[in-house]
């Protein structure tokens, strides 16, 4: 019962990173493999609050959001501009600096030695501390994220959003600001990645830089394909099919060194085989544009 | 003067990666993640073949050999399959994403992570120039890079085949329209791109080891120096360098643990600047 009260919670942690980053990925077609550097540094900001500041959940969960946000829009300036290819290569050299700095900085950070001790939330005098509370917490902010993405989706703005996607060209001549536009969705899609973070290392109450590396953002990205890129449920779907993934592998009873290498070859191909034989994921209406060739 | 030395040595790595990068993107025209597996399967196809006891000269064979077979595997089975589809180029970068975990984690399965050493060559011995010690295997590498450069400029500038190829890289279409087999260019490209890449990948397995995250540690730089070099041959050589120099020059100013750091700083600059000129080229064109 434990066990799948844990796959629970890691399932509504990883929906609201898939369903944030579908926002970017499947409504606006910015393939962002940073996503897990957010998540890192909403996780980090929150840990270091509340361990060394003794500051409130709330508070750290908060301060998480406002330093990503931040981070976010000050990166978001320098590669918005850049096209497919570029915007992916750009994000993937940001992910590795924060891999870097969240890895090398000892003094703020303890390096690869993580923070540890990270107490459970306390939310207005109650302390949420078993994992059946932890989930209906987690619960609660995973149907938050997605009503909002959602409602952001299905707005007007949701639908520049995809004309972005499909023309920005003519999303430009049309009169709309597409770079502000581009702007505000990946600092929306980063905030919710900080509070998946927040989530995550008051859950697991130790973080190391080793869970926010650039094979973490392939994985949310693959979530997002499989499930079905700019689809409602696609990028939940896609969750739960990766979280369940290694639990399946576990019936094998193979060591945790294959599992683990066995686990990254599995995503590896069902990433190349979604390409190949079905683009727009289980659920998803959206597939990554054709060219001319 | 040793760090310069150290640079320049690292940079023929860099180098020699980003030639065989710009080659083969010159024509598939997307950023190939799943470089750095073909990369890294040199490196180990390298090494088992110095663990089976394989006179030098064939365990440096065997790396380019072996990406040129896993580069042609993955454009022949899979990007040659989706470009025929009409897929965009974020479709083929998707793919070269999951092509790159599921081979590297198959190597790190098959080896295991810890670091592996090339046995054969000469260790532990140096020479001294201008106060620097370089070894034998290092003078080595940098006469392989100096060759291959040079061989390269000589295939891409004053032979058909090179002329087909910037023909095709320039223009696919108008290309196709002459007659021009455009998958079996892209092919030959993607072949030569991935053997001067795991050519690289096998003199640096030799003189640093390996881990399976080698072709990975070699791909970023290489990139940024294909960019930054505007996919010229001799532009690419010359950046590579330049990004070996501030690797090491950043270690040792600041701290080695930074070193990775302030290189994929510097390569998002690169990147960045580099990406302006290529758009503002596109545009003209």
Redesign the interface.
């Given at each position: 019962m434990e066990y799948l009260l844990h796959g629970l919670i890691l399932i509504c942690i990883y929906a609201i990173l898939a369903v944030s980053l579908d926002l970017i990925a499947g409504h606006a077609?910015l393939?962002s493999?940073m996503h897990a550097a957010f998540f890192g540094l909403g996780a980090y900001t929150s840990a270091l609050l509340v361990v060394q500041l003794r500051q409130s959940f709330i508070v750290s969960m908060l301060a998480g959001v406002v330093v990503v946000a931040v981070f976010a829009f000050i990166i978001s300036l320098?590669?918005l501009h850049?096209?497919?290819?570029?915007f992916?290569?750009?994000t993937?050299?940001?992910q590795?600096?924060i891999f870097?700095?969240l890895n090398?900085w000892m003094g703020l950070t303890r390096g690869p030695l993580g923070i540890n001790n990270i107490p459970p939330p306390v939310i207005f005098g109650w302390t949420v501390q078993s994992r059946i509370s932890f989930l209906l917490m987690s619960i609660v902010f995973a149907v938050c994220t997605y009503s909002i993405i959602n409602r952001i989706a299905m707005s007007p703005f949701g639908r520049v959003l995809r004309a972005i996607r499909e023309d920005e060209l003519f999303a430009q001549s049309v009169g709309k600001n597409t770079f502000k536009a581009k702007i505000a969705a990946f600092v929306v899609s980063a905030i919710f990645a900080s509070v998946a973070g927040g989530l995550y290392a008051h859950y697991i109450t130790y973080i190391a830089p080793g869970s926010f590396s650039i094979?973490e953002s392939?994985l949310v990205?693959?979530m997002v394909?499989i499930g079905g890129a700019g689809s409602r449920w696609g990028p939940v779907i896609g969750a739960v099919v990766i979280v369940a993934l290694p639990e399946t592998l576990r019936f094998l009873g193979l060591p945790d060194s294959?599992a683990a290498?066995?686990r990254?070859?599995i995503?590896?191909?069902?990433?190349?085989v979604m390409?190949?034989f079905r683009?727009h994921g289980i659920l998803g209406k959206y597939?990554?544009?054709?060219?001319?060739? | 003067m040793q760090i310069l030395l150290n640079g320049l040595v690292a940079g023929t790595s860099y180098a020699l990666v980003a030639i065989g990068f710009a080659i083969s993107f010159q024509v598939v025209g997307f950023f190939d993640f799943a470089f750095a597996a073909t990369l890294t399967a040199a490196a180990y196809a390298t090494w088992s073949a110095s663990a089976l006891g394989a006179p030098p000269i064939v365990v440096i064979a065997v790396g380019p050999v072996t990406a040129a077979i896993v580069g042609a595997i993955f454009e022949y089975v899979v990007y040659g399959h989706l470009r025929r589809r009409g897929s965009s180029s974020l479709v083929l970068i998707l793919a070269s994403l999951g092509l790159m975990i599921a081979v590297i984690n198959l190597i790190s399965l098959a080896f295991g992570d810890s670091p592996r050493n090339v046995e054969g060559f000469p260790y532990g011995v140096s020479v001294i120039v201008f106060t620097a010690h370089i070894t034998p295997i290092q003078i080595g590498s940098t006469l392989i890079f100096i060759l291959v450069t040079s061989l390269c400029l000589w295939v891409f500038y004053y032979t058909r085949w090179g002329l087909l190829i910037r023909v095709v890289a320039d223009d696919a279409d108008l290309s196709r329209s002459f007659g021009i087999k455009i998958n079996q260019k892209i092919l030959q490209a993607t072949i030569l791109g991935s053997a001067v890449g795991g050519l690289a990948a096998s003199l640096s397995a030799i003189d640093t080891g390996l881990t399976p995250s080698l072709g990975f540690n070699l791909l970023l730089p290489g990139v940024v120096a294909a960019i930054a070099g505007n996919r010229k041959i001799i532009g690419v050589a010359l950046c590579g360098i330049v990004i070996g120099i501030i690797h090491q020059l950043g270690g040792w100013w600041i701290s080695t643990a930074w070193k990775d750091t302030i290189l994929y700083v510097v390569l998002i600059i690169f990147l960045l600047l580099g990406s302006r000129r290529f758009f503002v080229k596109k545009l003209w064109q």
């Amino acid at each position: 019962m434990e066990y799948l009260l844990h796959g629970l919670i890691l399932i509504c942690i990883y929906a609201i990173l898939a369903v944030s980053l579908d926002l970017i990925a499947g409504h606006a077609g910015l393939l962002s493999v940073m996503h897990a550097a957010f998540f890192g540094l909403g996780a980090y900001t929150s840990a270091l609050l509340v361990v060394q500041l003794r500051q409130s959940f709330i508070v750290s969960m908060l301060a998480g959001v406002v330093v990503v946000a931040v981070f976010a829009f000050i990166i978001s300036l320098s590669t918005l501009h850049l096209r497919d290819d570029y915007f992916v290569i750009s994000t993937f050299g940001f992910q590795i600096i924060i891999f870097s700095i969240l890895n090398n900085w000892m003094g703020l950070t303890r390096g690869p030695l993580g923070i540890n001790n990270i107490p459970p939330p306390v939310i207005f005098g109650w302390t949420v501390q078993s994992r059946i509370s932890f989930l209906l917490m987690s619960i609660v902010f995973a149907v938050c994220t997605y009503s909002i993405i959602n409602r952001i989706a299905m707005s007007p703005f949701g639908r520049v959003l995809r004309a972005i996607r499909e023309d920005e060209l003519f999303a430009q001549s049309v009169g709309k600001n597409t770079f502000k536009a581009k702007i505000a969705a990946f600092v929306v899609s980063a905030i919710f990645a900080s509070v998946a973070g927040g989530l995550y290392a008051h859950y697991i109450t130790y973080i190391a830089p080793g869970s926010f590396s650039i094979m973490e953002s392939i994985l949310v990205l693959t979530m997002v394909i499989i499930g079905g890129a700019g689809s409602r449920w696609g990028p939940v779907i896609g969750a739960v099919v990766i979280v369940a993934l290694p639990e399946t592998l576990r019936f094998l009873g193979l060591p945790d060194s294959i599992a683990a290498n066995l686990r990254q070859i599995i995503y590896g191909i069902l990433l190349v085989v979604m390409m190949v034989f079905r683009r727009h994921g289980i659920l998803g209406k959206y597939s990554f544009g054709h060219s001319s060739l | 003067m040793q760090i310069l030395l150290n640079g320049l040595v690292a940079g023929t790595s860099y180098a020699l990666v980003a030639i065989g990068f710009a080659i083969s993107f010159q024509v598939v025209g997307f950023f190939d993640f799943a470089f750095a597996a073909t990369l890294t399967a040199a490196a180990y196809a390298t090494w088992s073949a110095s663990a089976l006891g394989a006179p030098p000269i064939v365990v440096i064979a065997v790396g380019p050999v072996t990406a040129a077979i896993v580069g042609a595997i993955f454009e022949y089975v899979v990007y040659g399959h989706l470009r025929r589809r009409g897929s965009s180029s974020l479709v083929l970068i998707l793919a070269s994403l999951g092509l790159m975990i599921a081979v590297i984690n198959l190597i790190s399965l098959a080896f295991g992570d810890s670091p592996r050493n090339v046995e054969g060559f000469p260790y532990g011995v140096s020479v001294i120039v201008f106060t620097a010690h370089i070894t034998p295997i290092q003078i080595g590498s940098t006469l392989i890079f100096i060759l291959v450069t040079s061989l390269c400029l000589w295939v891409f500038y004053y032979t058909r085949w090179g002329l087909l190829i910037r023909v095709v890289a320039d223009d696919a279409d108008l290309s196709r329209s002459f007659g021009i087999k455009i998958n079996q260019k892209i092919l030959q490209a993607t072949i030569l791109g991935s053997a001067v890449g795991g050519l690289a990948a096998s003199l640096s397995a030799i003189d640093t080891g390996l881990t399976p995250s080698l072709g990975f540690n070699l791909l970023l730089p290489g990139v940024v120096a294909a960019i930054a070099g505007n996919r010229k041959i001799i532009g690419v050589a010359l950046c590579g360098i330049v990004i070996g120099i501030i690797h090491q020059l950043g270690g040792w100013w600041i701290s080695t643990a930074w070193k990775d750091t302030i290189l994929y700083v510097v390569l998002i600059i690169f990147l960045l600047l580099g990406s302006r000129r290529f758009f503002v080229k596109k545009l003209w064109q």
